[in-house]
Nanobody, 123 residues
């Protein structure tokens, strides 16, 4: 059974940093793409960043480019989202997701989801 467990969320002031972690278990993820999404109150869930377990390809939504970095630790089966220079508009529940195959940005393209971790950025 695939499990994705996020951690690392919290309350931070604007301009601060947080690192989110997503621990994956249940099967081999070597052929997977992993994504981070977020959902603010009253809004739809949106793509933030994605990475494949193999290779170096990554993808980011425009609003986080230059501030967020997605990375992985294959030995720990963990994906990270380093978030710097956080802004109040980054406030949301952040979700980790997994899918077999290529890297995609659509929410509907992912098969497995974590429970989410709250990130709140105060101004």
């Amino acid at each position: 059974q695939v499990q994705l467990v996020e951690s690392g969320g919290g309350l931070v002031q604007a301009g601060g940093s947080l690192r989110l972690s997503c621990a994956a278990s249940g099967r081999s993820f070597s052929g997977d793409a992993m994504g981070w999404f977020r959902q603010a109150p009253g809004k739809e869930r949106e793509f933030v960043a994605a990475i494949r377990w193999s290779g170096s390809r990554t993808s980011y939504t425009d609003s986080v480019k230059g501030r967020f970095t997605i990375s992985r630790d294959n030995a720990k089966n963990t994906v990270y989202l380093q978030m710097n220079n956080l802004k109040p508009e980054d406030t949301a529940v952040y979700y980790c997701a997994a899918r077999r195959g290529s890297l995609v940005v659509l929410t509907t393209g992912y098969d497995y989801w974590g429970q989410g971790t709250q990130v709140t950025v105060s101004s």
